[in-house]
């Protein structure tokens, strides 16, 4: 079952903060974060494997709660460049969510 | 290293048409993936492989066919194309070591049915 984001789309100006969340109805042993940019490949950020373990890239972050089954993509100081579609991907079969529409305004 | 290379980039097909989307990786990696992206939606897994001779389905594998006779290339059949089977088609591969470890992608194949 295909893992649920929130929010679906966030506009933000360039300094702002923003988080993103990802929640899972199964166990979850393991989180991958991706960054897609439009009409491009998503990009991998990271990997979460333990609960509450933080990872980070550049300035963003995530933390993975294994008991509550949800992982959350922190994203400070943004910049224009953080602009495009987060995805949370979880599971055996790296199943996507929904994803999250970053835009970053100047 | 060429990483995960997908042919063709673009193709346009008339209903009832068949047609093969290649996918090569050259990092030595055990799973490969097929996920197809509908426009302003995630990507949903056609099907995937976890090593040579292995294939499964994913959520979305109805109309597709794949094969795995290398541990590099895995194929991606189209038999009788659907204009819903208009999209942007992703192959990946990972290693996995236990867990799932990073997807690399190839550049995408973007289909149209019409």
């Known amino acids: 079952q295909q893992p649920v984001q929130s929010p679906q789309a966030v506009i933000l100006r360039e300094g702002e903060d923003a988080v993103i969340n990802c929640s899972s109805s199964?166990?979850?042993?393991?989180v991958h974060w991706y960054r897609q940019k439009h009409g491009e490949a998503p990009v991998f950020l990271m990997i979460?494997?333990?609960?509450?373990e933080q990872k980070g890239h550049e300035k963003i972050s995530a933390s993975f709660n294994e008991k509550k089954q949800q992982s959350s993509l922190y994203l400070t100081a943004s910049q224009l460049s953080y602009s495009g579609t987060y995805f949370c991907?979880?599971?055996?079969?790296?199943?996507f969510g929904g994803g999250t529409r970053l835009m970053v305004k100047p | 290293n060429a990483g995960v290379t997908q042919t063709p980039k673009f193709r346009i097909l008339k209903i009832g048409q068949s047609m093969t989307l290649q996918c090569a990786q050259d990092?030595?990696?055990?799973?490969m993936y097929w996920y197809r992206q509908d426009p302003g939606m995630g990507l949903k897994l056609i099907y995937y492989?976890?090593?040579?001779?292995?294939?499964d389905k994913g959520e979305v594998p109805n109309g597709y066919n794949v094969s795995r006779s290398t541990t590099e290339d895995f194929p991606l059949r189209l038999e009788l194309a659907a204009p819903s089977q208009t999209s942007v088609y992703f192959c990946?591969?990972?290693?996995?070591?236990?867990?799932?470890?990073?997807?690399?992608f190839g550049s995408g194949t973007q289909l149209s049915v019409l």
């Open positions: 990092m030595n990696h055990n799973y």
């Open positions: 199964k166990a979850l042993y393991s």
């Open positions: 492989s976890v090593g040579a001779g292995i294939t």
């Open positions: 991907v979880a599971g055996n079969m790296l199943t």
């Open positions: 979460l494997l333990k609960g509450g």
């Open positions: 990946a591969s990972s290693y996995y070591t236990g867990f799932n470890e990073k997807l690399f």
